[in-house]
Structure formats: structure tokens, C-alpha cells
């Protein structure tokens, strides 16, 4: 029997065989992979992915959901079921309690907070070694947008300090149940390696970036005045002229340093 899709959660249920088949073609789970689902609704993504793994963890906050899928699961393979809300779950943990080096994540994430997710996923991302996810078309095209781009912002630039992001392909409202009014797709990030991060403190290059793009329409100089001024801006070697959706995300880290060595200059200087 079919749950009823909650409009509080979000809940939009993936029924289409050919775009679940492409999805879990695109994971290509093996056994030794430590997989998180993350709202595995009615186990449209879960059940193919646990019989290609054999093992699955599902984060669920729906507890209506919850028996269908034990049930359904039983005789695929081993389904851990965590009922909790995604924000709170803390994938580090999971791993090091596993004695796993990293996750692998997917699901379909609900459309109303997956900026959240996925910021909250970024938070971990030394303990994940990619993630799956479908979302809003309208918000793929901005995890991937480039520095110029109408859609580039605030998101564009954190996922892209921490991840390869690639989106891989649209999928159809017809595809759910209940249709969504939006179009959907199929994106994949890959935590970029130590050696390829930044080295500045994630606290001031997401101040940074917060504060140039509330403000997108104006100078870094006017949108960074409580942060920065303009000499400040320069010394990162940026224009202040330029406007937030002009910069590349290794100029936010450079504007980030600058921010941060003027924090720890004493008062007065």
C-alpha cells in the first residue's frame, strides 16, 4: 500500500523506473560502500540500492513511513532506519562510529530546505566521499553556476569551495508522486581533496560571502562596508567597484583572509 505524500514534509515520491534505474546507475553502489540514504519516503531509490549494496542506512523523519520500508526491505538486505530530522544528524560521527573513512550519500531531498541540507552536508564533507542528490532544477543550476551567471550566488560559491559539483540530468515532474510544480534534477558532489581546500577560516568566508550577496546589487565597497573597506578590499587584490556575482570563489577566500587579519589587529591600529 502507497503512503500519502505529507505536504508538511515536502514529500514528493519518485515512481519512474527509468529515471530510478539512471540514479542508482550513476551511484554505482559496491558492497564495501558505507551508503546513507537520506528520506528514503517509500524506498523508491532505497530497495535498488540495498540490493546492489546489500547494506543501507536511511535517515527518515516521517515515522508513518518507517514500517513499510523494514517491511519492503526485509528480504533485499540489511536497512538501518534512523528516524531523525537530516539537520541534526551528524555524519561524522556515523562514520567514525562505523569505522568507515567516508559516506556515501544520496536521496531525494525535500525541495522546501535543501539549501540547509546541503550546507549542513558541506559542514562534513571530510567524512563523505560524494553525494547523489535530486533537487529543484532551479537550485542544480545554482550549485554549478559560474561567476557571472544570473543564477550564481551565495551557494554557488560555498559548494564550490568544498566540492566538485556535476550536475548529471533533468527528470520530469510526471516522474513523482504527486507531480511537483517545479522541473527536478540529478546533481553529484565530490568533496574536494585536503590538499585542494582553502586555508581560510570557514567563519569569515561565510561571512564574507553572506554579506556580498545580500546586497547583490551593489559594490563590494557598499556590501562589505561592515566587513571591509575599500583599501581592505584591495588588499585581497579585488576590485571594489566589482559586484559579488562578478567574483570567482577564490576571490571570497582572499577578501575572507583580509577580514580575518583585521580581526586580530588590536583596536585602535
Keep these: 500500500m502507497n503512503a ?11 515512481h ?8 542508482v546507475s550513476s551511484i554505482a553502489p559496491r558492497a564495501e560502500d558505507f ?20 547494506k543501507l542506512t536511511a535517515v527518515e523523519l516521517d515515522s508513518d513511513l518507517i514500517p513499510g520500508l523494514r517491511a519492503r526491505a526485509a528480504a533485499i538486505g540489511e536497512l538501518t532506519i534512523v528516524q531523525a530530522d537530516v539537520l541534526k544528524v551528524d ?6 562510529r562505523h569505522g568507515v573513512p567516508r559516506l556515501r550519500l544520496a536521496g531525494n531531498l525535500p525541495y522546501y530546505i535543501s539549501s540547509p541540507i546541503l550546507f ?10 560524494d553525494m547523489h542528490f535530486m533537487l529543484q532544477k532551479e537550485v542544480v543550476e545554482r550549485m554549478a553556476a559560474e561567476p ?8 554557488s560559491v560555498m559548494l564550490q569551495l568544498a566540492c566538485r559539483v556535476e550536475p548529471l540530468f533533468e527528470v520530469p515532474p510526471e516522474a513523482f508522486r504527486p507531480p511537483p510544480k517545479v522541473e527536478s534534477a540529478v546533481v553529484r558532489l565530490t568533496p574536494l581533496a585536503a590538499d585542494a581546500l582553502h586555508d581560510a577560516d570557514p567563519r569569515h568566508v561565510y561571512a564574507v560571502v553572506k554579506a556580498a550577496f545580500g546586497q547583490r ?7 562589505l562596508k561592515q566587513l571591509l573597506d575599500s583599501d ?13 556575482e562578478t567574483l570567482a570563489p577564490a576571490d571570497f577566500v582572499r577578501l575572507a583572509k583580509v577580514y580575518g587579519s583585521l580581526l586580530q589587529e588590536p583596536a585602535g591600529q
Design 232 to 244: 581592505a578590499i584591495r588588499r585581497a587584490d579585488v576590485d571594489p567597484k566589482a559586484r559579488a
Design 148 to 155: 557571472g551567471s544570473k543564477v550564481y550566488g551565495r551557494l
Design 91 to 96: 555524519f561524522t560521527a556515523i562514520a567514525h
Design 217 to 223: 546589487r551593489k559594490t563590494l565597497a557598499n556590501a
Design 35 to 54: 551508503l546513507l540514504e537520506i528520506g528514503p519516503g517509500e524506498g523508491a531509490l532505497t530497495l535498488p540500492l540495498l540490493a546492489a549494496a546489500g
Design 4 to 14: 500519502r505524500p505529507k505536504k508538511s514534509f515536502g514529500q514528493h515520491f519518485l
Design 120 to 129: 549542513h552536508c558541506v559542514e562534513h564533507a571530510a567524512a563523505i566521499r
Design 16 to 23: 519512474d523506473r527509468r529515471y530510478i534505474d539512471w540514479i
